[in-house]
């Protein structure tokens, strides 16, 4: 049983000029997308019925796209890199001085302890060197999300 009955479950009541929009809307985001679907009190016979349906609905699609965790969501592979470890990238950083232009590379780890919690280390290429620095930043990498609080 969910805390809150009504949970993903919004009330919508709108009057525009002579049309008007009165049901409940069922609204979640998971990995698939955005999962949304709308129970008119005039196809459901009412208020009541309207609710009745969204939570049936709501229970469904709960169990057929479970929530996962933030742990699971730290992994997901991205579109803009399919090769390379998640959370772990090269880096060219330019520093430009009145003496000159640098080129700095580096590995960076990124991971969250916490939820709204970011935390990033660097490895320079020219000090490991870059098959080192690569591992480097996976490891700490690695160790953030095992330390991960869910």
């Known amino acids: 049983m969910l805390a809150n009955p ?39 016979g009412g208020k009541d019925e309207a609710l009745k349906e969204a939570r049936k609905f709501r229970d469904t699609k709960l169990k057929e796209f479970p929530k996962i965790d933030r742990r699971d969501v730290a992994e997901l592979r991205k579109k803009n890199n399919p090769n390379k470890k998640v959370g772990v990238s090269l880096v060219k950083q ?18 969250s302890p916490s939820p709204s919690v970011h935390k990033a280390r660097r490895f320079s290429v020219n000090k490991y060197g870059d098959a080192k620095a690569y591992r480097l930043a996976c490891e700490v990498r690695d160790k953030g999300l095992r330390d991960m609080k869910i």
């Open 94 to 111: 330019t520093d430009r001085r009145t003496y000159g232009v640098y080129e700095y590379w580096y590995y960076q780890a990124y991971w």
């Open 6 to 44: 009504n949970i993903f479950i919004t009330r919508v009541d709108t009057k525009r000029g002579k049309q008007s929009t009165h049901g409940w809307e069922f609204r979640i985001h998971r990995l698939s997308g955005v999962i949304e679907e709308f129970f008119s009190d005039s196809k459901y």
